[in-house]
């Protein structure tokens, strides 16, 4: 099953990846995080994209669908993945479309009136990975999480990052509605209530 999880910044993309995952055993590929990785290892790669992503810009096509290509031919992708923030431009989409063949793409709707909230209370534990939020979702030990906040979660740049999600990405929500791929899911509820109807509709 190859699924693209789809939605504007702070949607909670990576929050219910996680929880797919475990759930379909399937991996997931998240551009942002290994764009992140890159930068934390600091290769030549990481420190050009992170010029693009501290600003709330898209890094360019031709590097990320490098990283994607390579990423999907990995043995663990064999009986599906869970793209996360993947493809974000109608190019991105159209170079998917011709390396593989995507079964259903998911989109997170949530008000941009939400997102500013969510994104700059998210934090990030250095240990294990897991999304937190300092209001709705706190960590029940903070020390015990090392929690880090991503360079990208400034207000500043999330105002950009919605702005370049509406004019770049959501063309290609049309992009996938033409095949009949899209099932628009409500992501203002509890992550948990979420989480049960992406089951129920990846069940099927
Ligand atoms: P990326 O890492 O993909 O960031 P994003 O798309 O902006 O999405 P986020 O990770 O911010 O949000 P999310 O939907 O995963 O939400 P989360 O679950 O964390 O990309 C970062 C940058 O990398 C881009 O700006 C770009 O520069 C570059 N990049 C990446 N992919 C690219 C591509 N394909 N092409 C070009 N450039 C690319 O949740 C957010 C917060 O909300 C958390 O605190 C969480 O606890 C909370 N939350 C989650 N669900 C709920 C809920 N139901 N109710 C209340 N709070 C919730
Ligand atoms: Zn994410």
């Known amino acids: 099953m190859n699924i693209v999880l789809f939605g504007p910044p702070g949607a909670g993309k990576g929050t219910q990846a996680k929880e797919l995952i475990?759930?379909?055993?399937?991996?997931?590929?998240?551009?942002?995080?290994?764009?992140r990785e890159a930068i934390a290892n600091e290769t030549k790669l990481g420190l050009e994209a992170k010029k693009?992503?501290?600003?709330?810009?898209?890094?360019?096509?031709?590097?990320?669908?490098?990283l994607v290509d390579e990423r999907l031919k990995k043995d663990d992708c064999k009986n599906g993945y869970i793209l996360d923030g993947f493809p974000r431009t109608v190019a991105q989409a159209e170079f998917l479309d011709k390396i593989t063949n995507i079964d259903k793409v998911i989109a997170l709707d949530v008000p941009a009136s939400e997102i500013v909230e969510r994104i700059t209370g998210r934090r990030t534990s250095k240990k294990t990975g897991k999304i937190y939020h300092i209001?709705?979702?706190?960590?029940?030990d903070e020390k015990e999480e090392d929690l880090i906040q991503r360079d990208d979660d400034t207000e500043v740049a999330v105002i950009k990052r919605l702005e370049n999600y509406e004019k770049q990405t959501l063309p290609v929500l049309e992009f996938y509605k033409k095949q009949n791929k899209t099932v628009l899911v409500n992501g203002t509820?509890?992550?948990?209530?979420?989480?049960?109807?992406?089951?129920?509709?990846?069940?099927?």
């Open 189 to 204: 509820r509890k992550p948990e209530e979420i989480t049960k109807e992406l089951i129920e509709i990846l069940g099927k």
């Open 52 to 66: 693009y992503m501290d600003a709330g810009n898209l890094v360019p096509d031709e590097v990320v669908v490098g």
């Open 135 to 140: 209001k709705y979702n706190p960590p029940v």
């Open 22 to 35: 475990n759930k379909f055993n399937i991996p997931q590929i998240s551009t942002g995080d290994i764009l």
